[in-house]
């Protein structure tokens, strides 16, 4: 490897893969050594609980040009993404798993885009048939409802698989927040994009981390990352219901005073009570996410702690 910077860094964060970062390496290192450019793989260990460190210092023994940048505890992996991206040096970086499912000869066509005047080469995943049907459905109900509401438009099934110049980093770099959603900051920033399109292979080995919980709170923080029409959803609500009940308070007035008072009916009284408790709850539950989200914010604390780069 050249002592000069590297031309690409490849960016991998990794929880509990001590399976996957060998089979990862063996497939990339073919892939980076034939484009002919130096190059970097930067594996972010995000706190495993396996052997995934050790495995992946006795891989940096065995071959140049890797780095390893332990994590002081699992901070996540937007966060060991954000550190990645930070700590690299390339003139162009890829962010990619270490599961294979994301096919790392792509880069051939990252790299011929990028000579071709793109800051961003993005793939776009035509073929999700190695997603679980739940799987398939809530993401494309996320994408839909996510650019329906914000001004931020996130391509449809485009994961964190891309290139980046160097001057989009720096432009990523600049926006400080601690909750990160990474596919909305990497759209918010712009730059000329190409988009490329590969079919996405099962996992090579391992399990994912993430599961159902996981996947709707990672929808939540992308959602209330990029936009505020919740809470504007809930004026609307608010107003709606308003509406309905000066209409009906004003019809019961009018037939009071030409028919008399009716029997008062329980049953239509706590049903409408209970109706409105539940809309005010959570109408609270919307806001107190944008204040939870200010309240984190507010601390300042630092994305990511670093035990050792080597």
Not at 104 to 128: Q, S, T
Request: aromatic content about 10%.
């Amino acid at each position: 490897m050249s002592a000069q910077p590297p031309v690409i860094s490849i960016v991998c964060p990794c929880f509990n893969e001590q399976e996957s970062v060998g089979l990862f390496i063996d497939t990339m290192l073919p892939e980076l050594e034939k484009t002919e450019l130096s190059f970097e793989i930067i594996f972010i260990n995000d706190g495993s609980r396996d052997n995934t460190l050790s495995t992946l210092k006795d891989l940096q023994k065995h071959h140049a040009g890797i780095r390893v940048i332990n994590l002081a505890r699992n901070f996540g992996k937007e966060a060991a993404l954000t550190a990645g991206i930070d700590l690299s040096k390339g003139q162009v970086i890829v962010p990619i798993d270490v599961d294979l499912q994301d096919p790392p000869e792509l880069i051939h066509d990252f790299i011929r885009e990028w000579n071709n005047g793109y800051d961003v080469v993005v793939a776009k995943r035509v073929d999700r048939t190695s997603d679980s049907f739940a799987k398939k459905l809530s993401a494309e109900l996320f994408y839909k409802f996510h650019n329906r509401i914000s001004h931020v438009k996130i391509p449809v099934n485009v994961g964190d698989y891309r290139l980046m110049t160097r001057r989009v980093v720096s432009a990523i770099q600049q926006m400080p927040e601690n909750q990160r959603f990474m596919k909305g900051i990497f759209s918010w920033v712009g730059f000329k994009t190409k988009i490329v399109e590969y079919k996405r292979d099962p996992r090579i080995a391992g399990e994912t981390s993430f599961n159902g919980w996981k996947l709707w709170n990672f929808a939540l923080e992308g959602i209330t990352s990029f936009s505020t029409a919740p809470l504007r959803i809930w004026l609307y609500i608010g107003l709606a219901i308003s509406t309905l009940a000066f209409v009906y308070g004003s019809a019961i007035v009018i037939k009071t005073l030409l028919f008399g008072i009716d029997a008062p009916g329980y049953a239509s009284l706590i049903t409408i009570m209970l109706f409105l408790g539940g809309v005010q709850l959570i109408g609270l539950g919307v806001l107190g996410e944008y204040i939870g989200r200010l309240f984190m914010e507010s601390k300042r604390r630092p994305i990511y702690i670093v035990e050792e780069d080597n």
